[in-house]
């Protein structure tokens, strides 16, 4: 629901000219066409499961499925420290 407000929130306020979506949530479906069609809106998606989404993809201006490799690398490490203190991801991650 959040990022679906966002996406046209910030677009009927002209915050961006491209949003990239990561998701396989096909409730964005409609948002994504109306900040297409409605607001003019270049919608991106990457897929990050294995199943391709058929309604994202028909309704994107283009659709990647995210490779594993390139999504592992961009992680925070499992344990890092700051300022405020130490932070741990969660065992189940």
């Given at each position: 629901?959040?990022?679906?407000?966002?996406?046209?929130?910030?677009?009927?306020?002209?915050?961006?000219?491209?949003?990239?979506?990561?998701?396989?949530?096909?409730?964005?479906?409609?948002?994504?066409?109306?900040?297409?069609?409605?607001?003019?809106?270049?919608?991106?998606?990457?897929?990050?499961?294995?199943?391709?989404?058929?309604?994202?993809?028909?309704?994107a201006?283009?659709?990647?499925?995210?490779?594993?490799?390139?999504?592992?690398?961009?992680?925070?490490?499992?344990?890092?420290?700051?300022?405020?203190?130490?932070?741990?991801?969660p065992?189940?991650?």
């Open positions: 629901m959040n990022l679906a407000s966002f996406l046209l929130m910030d677009g009927f306020e002209n915050q961006y000219e491209l949003a990239v979506v990561i998701s396989n949530d096909s409730d964005l479906q409609l948002p994504i066409e109306m900040a297409r069609s409605k607001l003019g809106k270049q919608v991106g998606v990457y897929d990050p499961s294995h199943k391709r989404s058929f309604q994202l993809h028909g309704a201006s283009w659709y990647r499925l995210l490779r594993k490799g390139p999504l592992s690398a961009s992680l925070f490490p499992d344990e890092f420290s700051d300022a405020q203190g130490t932070i741990r991801k065992v189940g991650w």
